[in-house]
């Protein structure tokens, strides 16, 4: 990841950490993190409502109550619930571009949590089944499902 990493991290006092996200343009090289304290795991049940992304999502994670067993990276079979109980949740994500990673095969980015409403990025609604882990482009940026 660049050395330009914007970093947004919020705890809700009753797990709805991010109440939505908007974002004009693309999401680049950017950490959404529900259920963190500076940057730190704190809240397993942490919730993000809406996301909605004018743009595309590029080499950035959305994590709502999730952290990697490698700080930093998300996707992929790293990614746990904090506390141990999966009951986080992402509303919508909502992405009128692409979504890609950064083309690195040993960096992962993620849309992760333990369950979802609609996911639709680029006009194409996906499927997020339990336990899923999907790149919607083929690149090394995964839709993940606990």
Do not use: C, K
Request: glycine share 18%; aromatic share 4%; no cysteine.
């Amino acid at each position: 990841m660049g050395s330009n990493l914007a970093v947004i991290s919020a705890v809700g006092t009753t797990g709805q950490a991010i109440r939505s996200l908007s974002v004009r343009g693309s999401l680049s090289q950017a950490l959404v993190l529900a259920g963190y304290d500076v940057g730190s795991p704190v809240q397993g049940v942490a919730r993000i409502g809406r996301v909605e992304i004018r743009g595309s999502l590029i080499a950035s994670s959305i994590a709502a109550g999730v952290a990697n067993t490698t700080p930093g990276q998300f996707g992929n079979v790293g990614d746990f619930a904090i506390g141990g109980v999966p009951g986080s949740r992402i509303g919508s994500l909502t992405v009128r571009g692409i979504a890609v990673g950064n083309g690195v095969p040993t960096d992962s980015f993620g849309v992760v949590a333990a369950s979802f409403g609609r996911v639709r990025i680029g006009g194409t609604t996906l499927a997020t089944p339990p336990g899923s882990i999907t790149s919607p482009s083929g690149s090394n940026l995964f839709i993940h499902r606990l």
